[in-house]
Nanobody, 111 residues
Framework: QVQLVESGGGLVQAGGSLRLSCAAS????????MGWYRQAPGKQRELVAR???????NYRDSVKGRFTISRDNAKNTVYLQMNSLKPEDTAVYYC?????WGRGTQVTVFS
């Protein structure tokens, strides 16, 4: 069974950084698009960033210039480097590819 496992979340002060990792139980080489989503309490899940197998990336406007998504096919892992974090970035962050979702990792940013 294919699994995606997120890690790297935590509690951080505004302005700080975190790096999230999403480890897949199978090779991610064949997954055309991998993405990070987030869901804050009482809100809908939203796309944060995604990356194609060719390395093209897309970001939601509110994280552009602060977040960077990358993928390491050799390690079957996708990363989300988050800098200059803001309280409004607080959410559970989920890794996704095709119909697969991880269980999420909590990110809490305090001011």
């Amino acid at each position: 069974q294919v699994q995606l496992v997120e890690s790297g979340g935590g509690l951080v002060q505004a302005g700080g950084s975190l790096r999230l990792s999403c480890a897949a139980s199978v090779s991610i080489f064949s997954f055309n698009v991998m993405g990070w989503y987030r869901q804050a309490p009482g809100k809908q899940r939203e796309l944060v960033a995604r990356i194609t197998s060719g390395g093209s990336t897309n970001y939601r406007d509110s994280v552009k210039g602060r977040f960077t998504i990358s993928r390491d096919n050799a390690k079957n892992t996708v990363y989300l480097q988050m800098n200059s974090l803001k309280p409004e970035d607080t959410a559970v962050y989920y890794c996704n590819t095709e119909l697969l979702w991880g269980r999420g990792t909590q990110v809490t940013v305090f001011s």
